[in-house]
T-cell receptor, first 115, second 114 residues
Framework: NAGVTQTPKFQVLKTGQSMTLQCAQD?????MSWYRQDPGMGLRLIHY???????DQGEVPNGYNVSRSTTEDFPLRLLSAAPSQTSVYFC??????????????FGEGSRLTVL | AQKVTQAQTEISVVEKEDVTLDCVYE???????LFWYKQPPSGELVFLIR??????QNEISGRYSWNFQKSTSSFNFTITASQVVDSAVYFC???????????FGAGTRLFVKA
């Protein structure tokens, strides 16, 4: 089982560039979400989705865009990268709490550096 | 709005000591879910436990135990007889209602010295 797959694992961008972090899951999970992890701040929710075609903002959505055209894929777009977006990004997916434990399954993370 | 506070930034213990990681949460919902995750030095995130708001039973799994108290909005995690392999960052998390939006605390970094 592949689980949650994120690409790329590492990326260096210049300020102002745009890019997309890809996330795919093969567990038929309804819920998907993106987090960023910064030292001392834990995991902060950027955007989440409860199903194909439905997305919503999390705690720190500014500067990021998402879409969910299929159950499997949930890409995260950085529109115009800024140094403050230097972080480790995690994609996660889960069943709803009615179908399972609600446990989040995480990808391996993508380390992004913005110069 | 939901919020999770882990006031302990770092804890250092010697092997075989017991250690408790604190978690305090805030929510307006009557139905919610609490979680603990572990992030070892390798970086992956590992699910440890989920508790429902309507089930206040404490749980024990080997050397791990969890104490859920709604009266104090706390969900604390105790490791008994800690081992070096327990060294990691531990996150407490909260999901309200449908459980699709999970918010994490800042994490507690645990160092267990041999």
């Amino acid at each position: 089982n592949a689980g949650v797959t994120q690409t790329p694992k590492f990326q260096v961008l210049k300020t102002g560039q745009s890019m997309t972090l890809q996330c795919a899951q093969d567990m038929n999970h309804e819920y998907m979400s993106w987090y960023r992890q910064d030292p001392g701040m834990g995991l902060r929710l950027i955007h989440y989705s409860v199903g194909a075609g439905i997305t919503d903002q999390g705690e720190v959505p500014n500067g990021y865009n998402v879409s969910r055209s299929t159950t499997e894929d949930f890409p995260l777009r950085l529109l115009s990268a800024a140094p403050s977006q230097t972080s480790v990004y995690f994609c996660a997916s889960s069943y709803s709490v009615w179908r399972g434990t609600g446990e989040l399954f995480f990808g391996e993370g993508s380390r992004l550096t913005v110069l | 709005a939901q919020k999770v506070t882990q006031a302990q930034t770092e804890i250092s213990v010697v092997e075989k000591e017991d250690v408790t990681l604190d978690c305090v949460y805030e929510t307006r919902d009557t139905t919610y879910y609490l979680f603990w995750y572990k992030q070892p030095p390798s970086g992956e995130l590992v699910f440890l436990i989920r508790r429902n708001s309507f089930d206040e039973q404490n749980e024990i799994s080997g050397r791990y135990s969890w104490n859920f108290q709604k009266s104090t909005s706390s969900f604390n995690f105790t490791i008994t007889a800690s081992q070096v392999v327990d060294s990691a960052v531990y996150f407490c998390a909260l999901s309200e209602g449908g459980g699709f939006k999970t918010i994490f605390g800042a994490g507690t970094r645990l160092f267990v010295k041999a």
